[in-house]
């Protein structure tokens, strides 16, 4: 059906809406700093997996990169290529056939390494392998985010790493950002040169991880083409590549949302909507962040008496029976009606593949809207899909 995408006034259940049009100006441009940089920009399953939309962007990209068996699953049989993988640990049971759906096999340890390397290599001979660095550096403030905060499970460090590497690591992994500037990647470069770069005329190739967050309005893009464009020229000899997964569904749709119930206590006022924030929006709660809600002004300061506020201010809470489940405070134009559409911006990275069935709430559909505005159920969700989970 046609729908109007200001409004999507159309839908009267949840969904979460691609918009064909926002994802392909993200996969341009992002080939474009690829190809003026001349380094090798992957998508991370973590933060993206919608496989129905993978043959659009097989047009822009050539490879993944995955953290488990079944993200090497989705990669080799559904992105059609094998994927670049780190774990921060493989299992036993999962290694070979992680291995045969590799390209990279990035170890996060070198004890994982002399475990798992003489098995990955023997089911595919071609297989390259990594390890992943830490280079002791992060300007993420967030520590559920950052992976080289004190005491982290990631990474090698300098001085765990043997003079001489084994001959068959071919690569550093070195992840160490979350939707982050240029600037960023900039101060935390310097770091991982002061640290590593011995090693580099022993390796083929670097991946500098993900949050490099450049479809971002205020990204410095010019910036990160000259400091990987340099960095090149200062290592002919290293590949370089990237896996951001942000960056990839950066403002590429909104999560749609209805009023259920407004209820009011001690003089707030909370909307119920057909969602829910602990099963469709994680990360605004682990974070915390605020999502945008179209038409309306966030007052993430707001004080815990929101009657104290002018105007029609309410919190937005979910349909599960956790008490947590709302986040305050929005001030709207108008009071809220039963039944009315609330749109949260930019709600594909980090929620599709993270949503769960707690509580069995429904599940929000997942719908692709053409550049035609004609709009396409990818998948929709029922009984079923909670149920069989309970197997």
Same mark, same amino acid.
């Given at each position: 059906m046609k729908v109007n995408p200001k409004t999507y006034s159309e839908l009267t259940k949840p969904a979460y809406v691609l918009e064909e049009k926002r994802l392909r100006r993200n996969l341009a441009l992002i080939r474009d700093v690829a190809e003026r940089s001349g380094v090798e920009i992957i998508l991370a399953f973590k933060a993206y997996a919608l496989w129905k939309t993978f043959?659009?962007?097989?047009?822009?990209?050539?490879?993944?990169?995955a953290s488990s068996l079944s993200e090497a699953r989705l990669a080799f049989e559904e992105f059609g290529a094998p994927a670049h993988t780190f774990s921060p640990a493989y299992t036993d049971f999962e290694i070979e056939d992680i291995s045969r759906m590799s390209s990279h096999l990035t170890f996060n340890s070198l004890s994982q390494y002399e475990r798992h390397h003489e098995r990955a290599k023997a089911v595919n001979p071609d297989l390259q392998f990594g390890v992943r660095v830490n280079p002791e550096y992060s300007e993420v403030g967030t520590d559920i985010y950052n992976p080289c905060a004190p005491g982290t499970r990631f990474g090698v460090l300098a001085e765990e790493l043997p003079e001489t590497l084994p001959a068959d690591i071919k690569g550093f992994h070195c992840h160490c950002h979350c939707e982050s500037g240029s600037d960023v990647f900039q101060r935390t470069l310097v770091h991982i040169e002061e640290k590593f770069s011995k090693w580099f005329p022993q390796l083929e190739w670097i991946n500098f991880g993900g949050g490099h967050l450049m479809t971002r309005a205020d990204y410095d893009i010019e910036l990160l083409v000259s400091l990987l464009t340099d960095f090149r020229k200062?290592?002919?000899?290293?590949? /370089?590549?990237?896996?951001?997964?942000?960056?990839?569904?950066?403002?590429?749709?909104?999560l749609v949302s209805h009023v259920v119930? /407004? /209820?009011?206590?001690?003089?707030?006022?909370?909307?119920?909507?057909? /969602?829910?924030f602990t099963c469709h929006m994680p990360d605004c709660l682990e974070m915390p962040y605020h999502p945008k809600v179209r038409g309306a002004e966030t007052l993430e300061d707001a004080p815990n008496d929101l009657s104290q506020l002018e105007g029609y201010v309410y919190r937005l809470g979910g349909n599960s029976c956790l008490s947590g489940d709302w986040m305050s405070a929005w001030r709207f134009n108008h009071e809220l009606q039963i039944g009315e559409t609330i749109i949260f911006e930019d709600m594909l990275h980090y929620t599709t593949v993270k949503t769960c069935t707690f509580n069995g709430i429904s599940h929000p559909a997942i719908c692709f809207l053409r550049e035609n505005n004609e709009l396409?159920?990818?998948?929709?969700?029922?009984?079923?899909?909670?149920?069989?989970?309970?197997?």
């Open positions: 043959p659009i962007f097989r047009e822009y990209i050539s490879s993944t990169t200062r290592y002919p000899n290293l590949k /370089v590549i990237l896996e951001p997964g942000s960056a990839f569904g950066w403002q590429t749709g909104p119930d /407004v /209820v009011e206590n001690h003089g707030i006022r909370t909307a119920i909507l057909d /969602v829910s396409e159920t990818l998948r929709e969700y029922s009984y079923e899909d909670y149920r069989d989970r309970m197997d």
